[in-house]
């Protein structure tokens, strides 16, 4: 969808997350876009939280969308949270039937502290727990951070964003794309659900692709 704003052609683009972080860090990357004189277009990144793309479609994406983001994490190979995963997908497939809609996930395993790190640094290790980020947000981003929940206050999260800049999107990117390469290499455990592919094992991730994507739009890339 495009409307004029000022000078420059507006793009809007569509998601729904399951975190705060999620929505912060998109609203990071509106105004880095926004403010750069390289950028073709403006863009208005829509976000809400919503843990369910079923009833995203239904109450909050107009007609004139025709794709939607979900952000989401795998939070770990237990029972429950992939199960919460699958169900996930099974409701985007439901959506998209129901409104004709592109709708697409962009997962991170396990969380989505690994795409902040991949702003930073390439990380390939497979991590045992979630926990397990924190040390590398601390590293790279010179913190000292106690928990997640603490890296995850708004002003503390903000103070991240701050270090984030459009070349460290672009990294980020590359660095996303590397794991990738490396998991069709190595033949990591990969599935395929409601036509969706995914690795079960981290690192792994999506939501690279779709923030790729606007700065293609916005002829950033």
């Not at 912060?24 to 829509?46: A, F, M, P």
């Not at 369910?52 to 029972?79: F, G, M, N, W």
């Not at 928990?147 to 995850?152: C, F, G, I, R, T």
């Amino acid at each position: 969808m495009l409307r004029i704003m000022g000078k420059k052609i507006n793009k809007q683009y569509w998601f729904s997350v399951e975190g705060n972080t999620e929505e912060w860090y998109l609203d990071h990357l509106q105004h880095l876009i926004n403010t750069c004189g390289e950028s073709k277009y403006t863009v208005s990144i829509n976000h809400k939280r919503c843990t369910s793309p079923k009833s995203y479609i239904k109450q909050v994406v107009p007609r004139t969308a025709s794709e939607v983001i979900h952000l989401c994490d795998i939070e770990s190979t237990c029972d429950e949270h992939m199960k919460n995963f699958s169900n996930v997908l099974q409701e985007l497939q439901f959506a998209q039937k129901a409104r004709g809609v592109k709708y697409s996930i962009g997962y991170t395993n396990y969380t989505f502290e690994l795409w902040i790190i991949l702003h930073k640094k390439l990380l390939t290790t497979h991590l045992s727990d979630r926990n397990d980020y924190l040390k590398h947000i601390n590293a790279e981003y010179s913190k000292k951070f106690c928990n997640l929940s603490e890296y995850k206050e708004k002003r503390n999260f903000q103070t991240v964003l701050e270090c984030i800049d459009l070349d460290s999107v672009k990294i980020a990117i590359d660095n996303a794309e590397r794991i990738e390469e490396l998991n069709d290499r190595n033949g990591v455990n990969r599935k395929d659900e409601y036509g969706v592919k995914y690795y079960v094992d981290n690192p792994s991730l999506s939501i690279h692709k779709a923030i790729d994507q606007i700065l293609k739009d916005c002829k950033l890339r």
